[in-house]
């Protein structure tokens, strides 16, 4: 397959890049790290206002209708950055979930609001330090109101709605909620990255609408993680190129022995290393985005295959990145655990690296079918 993006798509890609680099700088992501803000909501009401968050919104509900492919490509430039930002909690879970599962009205009530910015979604899953099954889903459901508690809800904290995966009599389903009920209680979590927003979210006979078809919720979620998985990855293949870059341009400047770092062999070694893990998560996620723009039926082996190569380039570069800068590396002062932070956090946001391995695993026998 020769697949490249359209000269539409990588405009976009470099307006993104452009206004992160002017309003996204590590400072602004250090900010937020120190616990000044929660999140970036300047850099966030700029993605708005671009019109990046109604990207795959159609126009009439009030979206740009750019397509998966831009929406890819901007994903990785918040990759890039760092970005502080609720962005994929609300475009790639909540706004998706909606486009997917959601009807006519629900959609007319919630898209444009989730396109404009005017609120921002997640999706709420987590309910224990095990790996999430059907089995151990326990927020339970009534016809119009769920109860229960999820864990570690990204940007939970951020959220004025969420999807909500929760078991009724007819079996799991995804609910819509509106966080701003008061029968909500948020808790803020510390996580490996502060710079990401995360928070358990407690519900009490709160007001919820089914998405989708009672009992199809865990089908219905694992075809949402699929395609949030595409673009996951392309952030975390942004992440990891700034993380290969910073380590490139550290051994070029950085002098020992009379010489520059870059030119031993353990490092040269270790940043080649570091760039063919990058290069091959950039093919499979290339072909993942393939996938999901065109809702091939390769998509879950593609989106798995994207998730697992660009989840290990990332957690590689970003700790190899602190290997190259030696003990300066570890320091508070130096940006390289940003990238090392957000690269675990990401890692494990849809699941970990095994689940996925997993599910890559489960894919392909239907693929060769």
């Not at 970005?83 to 979930?97: M, R």
């Not at 392309?234 to 550290?250: H, I, K, T």
């Not at 690269?343 to 095994?354: D, E, K, T, V």
Request: with cysteine; hydrophobic share 45%; aromatic share 8%.
């Amino acid at each position: 397959m020769n697949f490249d993006f359209s000269e539409d798509e990588k405009l976009v890609r470099d307006q993104a890049a452009r206004y992160l680099s002017d309003n996204c700088n590590l400072a602004v992501v250090r900010s937020v790290l120190d616990g000044e803000t929660n999140h970036a909501a300047p850099v966030w009401r700029g993605l708005v206002d671009m019109g990046l968050t109604g990207a795959c919104i159609p126009e009439t509900h009030g979206g740009v209708d750019a397509g998966y492919l831009t929406l890819c490509l901007v994903a990785e430039q918040l990759g890039a950055h760092l970005a502080p930002t609720p962005f994929s909690s609300s475009v790639y879970l909540a706004t998706e979930a909606l486009l997917q599962f959601g009807g006519a009205d629900i959609q007319q009530q919630w898209l444009p609001k989730l396109g404009d910015g005017s609120i921002v979604g997640t999706l709420a899953v987590t309910e224990s330090t095990q790996e999430l099954t059907p089995e151990t889903v326990s927020v339970e459901a009534t016809a119009d109101t769920i109860s229960g508690t999820k864990l570690i809800v990204p940007d939970g904290d951020i959220a004025d709605v969420a999807v909500v995966l929760a078991k009724s009599t007819a079996g799991l389903g995804l609910y819509w909620v509106d966080l701003r009920d008061a029968s909500v209680t948020r808790t803020t979590v510390a996580t490996v990255d502060p710079t990401r927003n995360s928070a358990s979210l407690s519900f009490a006979k709160t007001p919820a609408t089914l998405l989708g078809q009672a009992g199809s919720g865990w089908d219905e979620l694992q075809r949402l993680l699929d395609r949030a998985a595409v673009l996951f990855a392309f952030e975390q293949l942004g992440g990891a190129q700034s993380a290969l870059d910073m380590a490139v341009s550290y051994a070029q400047e950085r002098f020992a022995f009379g010489r520059p770092i870059g030119s031993f062999q353990a490092l040269k070694h270790m940043m080649a290393d570091m760039y063919v893990a990058l290069k091959l998560a950039e093919s499979n996620c290339y072909y993942a985005a393939w996938a999901l723009a065109s809702d091939s039926p390769d998509l879950p082996l593609a989106a798995a295959t994207a998730r697992v190569s660009a989840t290990q380039a990332f957690q590689l570069c970003a700790s190899d990145n602190i290997q190259v800068h030696g003990g300066m590396g570890f320091t508070w002062e130096f940006d390289c655990h940003m990238y090392y932070r957000r690269s675990n956090y990401l890692a494990l946001q849809l699941g970990g690296l095994s689940t996925w391995e997993n599910k890559l695993v489960d894919a392909l026998p239907l693929a060769a079918a």
